[in-house]
């Protein structure tokens, strides 16, 4: 039997099954209008606020509607303010995201929270591999995303995924729709933050001949193009108020209004959804629709910060080394069993740019290593790696080879956006289409 690190959670594998052990936490309402009231923390998190779709649903108008949530990983109980108004307080401190034991009182407005530790513990299976479509990971909080992800993936409800920038949104929409019925239809993607405000409409429903100034042929939106299949809309969070309630529509009719058509046409999508932004905070704010919010939020699924993917760093910058490695071709098994070893240290640096910023720096090791050297027996390979990535993390960039890995960054950026349409990439990036065809060949960029 083998353990990871001790906290509220615990990784627990034995006889070939993953299983996740908590501790059971009791928070109870020990002050204010709800005194006596009571969930238990497990495995799930609890979110507390007056909205009552939250676990733990107060009624004290000092509480916002999605005030706290309370979290347990592999340090302990994480307890994290959600923008609230009057804010969350432990022992008389105004407190953003702090880990809490047993006993901790919080204060939220004129309610109190207490935190009490019960005698037995519980225990759910977790998925016994480490890949989820493109995405890699052995933490506890990537195992329990890739169960989460597999139940969403064997059903057509909306998906809403959250997490912050790099963190891998656009990677586990793929993976969920490649792991579902619908995985041989059409996954269409539509950034809702890249486009012009005034075509939004345009793209998401279609128009008709002439409905607009430049409208010069029948066109359809993206939810036609997805009929049958998956539609991502990344960065909803971006979308304007005025189309919110038409999206809303969409999907609850399963119906769209093409710009100057009389008649609306039926469409069988499954929505997945995804945004950097904490919408709970912005349906507060009211910038954005709470009836929407739910209707996205049928299933919401939260990717963790790098920062807070214990032990993972150096799978993941193995993987992205594998990848880089394998374009060149030649047998990769000398290598595979070592680089864990290799980009272990990377695991003590902080990453705020999450995964993109570690596949960066893998990339940049292996681009700026002696060619001579990695062309050599398998010890001189692993050496270089090892002697590059110190080098290239140590010091600063020369300004040649900054700017080549931002281009080579954009493009990449500007491909996965546009579904490697390269007339759309470059009318995005205001280039002319050879101009950009020169630009993916001298960098080499990868298309999907």
């Not at 969920?176 to 933050?193: E, K, L, N, Q, T």
């Amino acid at each position: 039997m083998t353990r990871q690190a001790a906290g509220h959670t615990t990784i627990v594998a034995a006889d070939g099954a993953v299983r996740l052990r908590f501790e059971r936490i009791a928070v109870r309402v020990s002050r204010g209008a709800d005194t006596g009231k009571e969930v238990e923390l497990g495995a799930d998190e609890v979110r507390v606020g007056t909205h009552p779709s939250n676990q733990l649903a107060l009624t004290d108008p000092t509480v916002s509607r999605f005030h706290l949530r309370l979290r347990g990983d592999q340090r302990g109980v994480r307890a994290i303010d959600l923008d609230s108004a009057n804010g969350t307080h432990v022992a008389g401190l105004r407190v953003r995201d702090v880990y809490v034991g047993d006993g901790t009182v919080i204060e939220l407005g004129d309610t109190a929270l207490e935190l009490h530790t019960l005698s037995e513990v519980g225990e759910v299976e977790l998925p016994a591999d480490e890949v989820f479509g493109e995405l890699v990971g052995r933490s506890t909080a990537m195992r329990r995303v890739f169960a989460a992800a597999r139940r969403a993936a064997s059903s057509t409800a909306t998906v809403l995924l959250l997490g912050e920038t790099g963190t891998g949104k656009d990677l586990l929409a793929r993976a969920i729709h490649g792991a579902g019925v619908r995985s041989r239809a059409p996954f269409v993607v539509f950034d809702c933050g890249a486009a012009a405000p005034s075509l939004i409409e345009s793209a998401l429903f279609g128009h008709l001949r002439g409905a607009f100034t430049g409208a010069e042929a029948d066109r359809a939106g993206v939810f036609e193009q997805a009929h049958g299949g998956t539609l991502f809309l990344d960065e909803i969070g971006e979308l304007p108020p005025a189309l919110q309630p038409k999206l809303l529509r969409a999907l609850e009719a399963g119906q769209v209004l093409r710009l100057g058509a009389a008649q609306p046409i039926s469409v069988d999508v499954r929505v997945i959804a995804a945004t950097h932004r904490d919408l709970r905070a912005e349906v507060d704010a009211e910038r954005f629709r709470a009836d929407l919010y739910y209707r996205l939020a049928v299933l919401a699924l939260e990717l963790p910060a790098l920062r807070d993917r214990d032990g993972d760093i150096p799978i993941l910058a193995a993987h992205f080394a594998r990848t880089v490695l394998g374009r060149s071709g030649g047998d990769l098994a000398w290598l595979r069993p070592h680089l864990d070893d290799v980009f272990g240290a990377l695991g003590n640096q902080s990453w705020p740019g999450n995964v993109r910023e570690l596949r960066n720096a893998v990339e940049r090791a292996i681009a700026l290593a002696d060619p001579d050297a990695l062309a050599g027996d398998p010890l001189a390979r692993l050496v270089e790696l090892r002697h590059s990535l110190r080098r290239t993390r140590r010091g600063r960039l020369p300004l040649d080879t900054a700017r080549a890995e931002f281009d080579r960054e954009y493009l990449r950026d500007l491909l996965a956006d546009t579904g490697n349409d390269v007339r759309a990439a470059a009318e995005l990036a205001g280039v002319h289409p050879k101009s950009l065809e020169r630009l993916i060949r001298r960098y080499q960029i990868q298309r999907g």
